[in-house]
Every structure is written in structure tokens, then in C-alpha cells.
């Protein structure tokens, strides 16, 4: 098995483009022949459609993992998602894409977190 290329994305709740999302993921896909998918695992927007790209390619047999991060929003309050954004950060990855919508802080922030932690890092600004 391929070493798998570590993509953690990120994304404006209200981005709605499963067309651009999937055509991206699939080129990463088909370029690296594996990736490990972590996301914030928001139900709505790009997590949601990301997730939903993740699921379809693991049912057709590609190697996807999927590596969902949600904040613990009733632990810790507001701060619960800028925590997580800078945990998965943190992790590391091979590579950052972030789909933002009108300055969204919470995609945003995700974004400048994994420029920080040495991620390159591909904005995607609608």
C-alpha cells in the first residue's frame, strides 16, 4: 500500500460547490493513489461534502481514511473550534486545503494555523 498523502481540509460552513470539492479531491486522489482525509467533521458546508466525497470513494474500494475531528463544543465553548483547528494542525500533513466564504473565521483560522505549523497551504476563496 501506498503511503498515503495526509490532506487536512478545511472550509466555510456555508460553502455549497460539491462539483469543485469532489474535482479537487479526486485529482488528489488520482495523484497520490492514497490520501488520509482529516477534517472538523462539521455537518454542514465543505466538511459535510468532503466527508460525503470520502465515503463514496472508500465504498468504490479506493484508499481513502478518513480522520474526523469535531470540536467539543459542549466541553469548551466558543473556543472549542479555534482548539481543534490548531490540534489538527498540529498533527501535520503533506498538504492544507481550505475552501473560505467571506473571511469565515473558523476556515480562516484553520488555514493560518497549518501555514504556521509549515503545512502548504492551497486557499480556495469564494
Known sequence: ??????????????IDDPALIYQQMD?????????????GHCPDGGDAIVDQWATERIADGCQVTVDRRPAPWQLLGKIAG???NGFMAGLGADGC???????????SG???FAEWAGIPTRRVVV
Open 82 to 84: 479555534p482548539m481543534r
Open 110 to 112: 484553520c488555514a493560518a
Open 1 to 14: 500500500m501506498t503511503d498515503p498523502f495526509r490532506l487536512l481540509f478545511t472550509a466555510s460552513r456555508s
Open 27 to 39: 485529482a488528489l486522489l488520482e495523484k497520490y493513489g492514497a490520501v488520509l482525509l482529516r477534517h
Open 97 to 107: 486545503l481550505a475552501h473560505i466564504r467571506a473571511g469565515s473565521r473558523g476556515a
